[in-house]
């Protein structure tokens, strides 16, 4: 919405590189320099991709490796709360591809899971007034990584070029977002409490200081934290950890 609360369209522009090192990192220096809203950067393959927590994302050619960037506003909810936005709109986009008698589900707080297997990664980082939004998404194979099992969609059937499903990202995360100025958090939490792993799952949490919380997921808070049910029926708020599910 601008001032008079119109409805203001976002117009999407997505351009495509050969290699480089890491789409987030070109993204960041292009908001600074005063990027709009809307832009998307797609790289064929990255040599220097990263993950949360600092970690390496392999990046040679046939999978997604794509980021943009949201202008923030006074009136935006706060913007840790992108991470949903862009959970969401990724699971639609997957959809689209997959078939639906597959266990497809988000695991907080963005990442997409097929059965216990990782399909993808989302990585947010702050530009300024930008929230800088990084998707990688295995399409045509899958790394294979010493701590956590990974999946692609062409390992269950589903083929497509990065192209044409950064096509249907884009759509979707422009949709989500229109919803997340316009309507608030609510509906972006009610979307990913359907698509997530049920409550009662049990998780293995491992926290920032090195700590290890076990619990059962109970549900999101208001603000999209990830709510754990404690051994004894407490509840602990977790704002920021790798989770497992057990």
């Known amino acids: 919405m601008d001032d008079d609360g119109r409805r203001v369209a976002v117009l999407t522009t997505i351009r495509t590189v050969v290699t480089t090192g890491s789409t987030n990192a070109d993204v960041i220096a292009l908001a600074r320099a005063g990027a709009e809203e809307g832009l998307w950067l797609r790289a064929e393959a990255q040599s220097s991709g990263r993950g949360r927590q600092g970690r390496d994302w392999a990046s040679p050619p046939g999978n997604l490796y794509a ?30 591809w997959l078939d639906d008698r597959i266990p497809l589900k988000i695991k907080w707080p963005n990442d997409l899971l097929i059965g216990a297997a990782k399909l993808s990664g989302i990585l947010l980082e702050r530009a300024d007034d930008a929230v800088v939004i990084g998707f990688g998404v295995n399409l045509a194979f899958h790394p294979d990584l010493p701590d956590r099992p990974t999946t692609s969609l062409a390992a269950h059937g589903a083929v497509v070029g990065a192209g044409d499903f950064l096509e249907a990202l884009a759509e979707g995360f422009s949709r989500w977002l229109g919803k997340w100025r316009g309507e608030g958090l609510a509906p972006i939490r009610s979307r990913w409490m359907e698509r997530a792993h049920a409550p009662g799952t049990a998780l293995d949490v491992r926290l920032p200081d090195g700590s290890t919380q076990h619990g059962l997921f109970d549900r999101l808070d208001a603000d999209g934290a990830l709510i754990l049910r404690l051994a004894d029926g407490t509840t602990r708020v977790i704002h920021a950890a790798d989770v497992f599910l057990l």
């Not at 949201?70 to 709109?89: E, G």
């Open 67 to 96: 980021s943009t960037l949201v202008r923030l506003r006074p009136s935006d909810p706060p913007p840790a709360t992108l991470a949903l936005v862009a959970a969401v709109a990724l699971d639609a986009a997957v959809r689209v």
